[in-house]
């Protein structure tokens, strides 16, 4: 068991050509490894990359949907105004309607036509 090993120049070279054979080998399968996994990998970064383009639009999509509930609210608080403005103003000709049958019915009605005259002459100062 004493026995030195002895290398020839020759074998030398060819350990030398095997270990560069070795790297090479490990280098190929580490790069086919590399692109199996890319390969596998790609449709989950497509997925990621949709999903974000996705998510951007929906945030838009709210953004618009907020503003345009702002929008509304603010016509629903006019619209209850112009609602509440034609109510009254209803009233006022329905009462002025009123006491022109009354009138026209028995002609005795006079102050209640001067009281709705009174009362149109102030809805339409108001307005």
């Known amino acids: 068991m004493d026995n030195p090993i002895m290398l020839s120049p020759h074998d030398l070279f060819n350990l030398?050509?095997?270990?560069c054979g070795a790297i090479v080998a490990v280098a190929a399968a580490v790069t086919v490894i590399i692109k199996v996994v890319e390969h596998f990998k790609e449709p989950n970064k497509k997925q990621d990359q949709r999903i974000e383009g996705l998510e951007s639009e929906v945030s838009e999509i709210k953004e618009?949907?907020?503003?345009?509930?702002?929008?509304?609210?603010?016509?629903?608080?006019?619209?209850?105004?112009?609602?509440?403005?034609l109510k009254k103003r209803d009233m006022v000709m329905i009462e002025s309607l009123q006491a022109l049958i009354a009138h026209s019915i028995d002609g005795n009605n006079i102050d209640a036509m001067k009281e709705q005259k009174h009362k149109?002459?102030?809805?339409?100062l108001e307005r």
């Open 64 to 85: 618009r949907l907020a503003e345009g509930d702002r929008h509304f609210s603010e016509h629903d608080e006019r619209f209850k105004d112009f609602e509440l403005s």
């Open 120 to 124: 149109l002459d102030k809805y339409l």
């Open 16 to 19: 030398f050509l095997a270990a």
